[in-house]
Nanobody, 120 residues
């Protein structure tokens, strides 16, 4: 079994900062991308940022404000969120594109989600 454990999140005023962390554990052979998605009420889940050993991607709406980082030895990923805006309010989900067995192809795993609320 694979688990993604998230921490961080909470409530902050506009312009503030938050940091999200996620640790993958369990039966893991290899991880390609790790990253964060978010889903606001009434909207579809969208990519925020993701990182692999050869590339890093950000949503246009967070470029210059959010920074993703990964510890490959510990299978962790963090998202530093600065200059937060009300439109960043959403449930944030950790995602890992990984292989849990040499007998199986890679697949997506998800954390339980953590709420981020930006409001004055």
């Amino acid at each position: 079994q694979v688990q993604l454990a998230e921490s961080g999140g909470g409530s902050v005023q506009p312009g503030g900062s938050l940091r999200l962390s996620c640790a993958a554990s369990g039966s893991i052979v290899s991880i390609n991308f790790m990253g964060w998605y978010r889903q606001a009420p009434g909207k579809q889940r969208e990519l925020v940022a993701r990182i692999s050993s050869i590339s890093t991607n950000y949503a246009d709406s967070v470029k210059g404000r959010f920074t993703i980082a990964r510890d490959y030895a510990k299978n962790t990923v963090t998202l530093q969120m600065n200059s937060l805006k009300p439109e960043d309010t959403a449930v944030y989900y950790c995602n890992a594109d990984l292989r849990s067995s040499w007998l199986r192809p890679r697949s997506d795993y998800w954390g339980q989600g953590t709420q981020v609320t930006v409001s004055s």
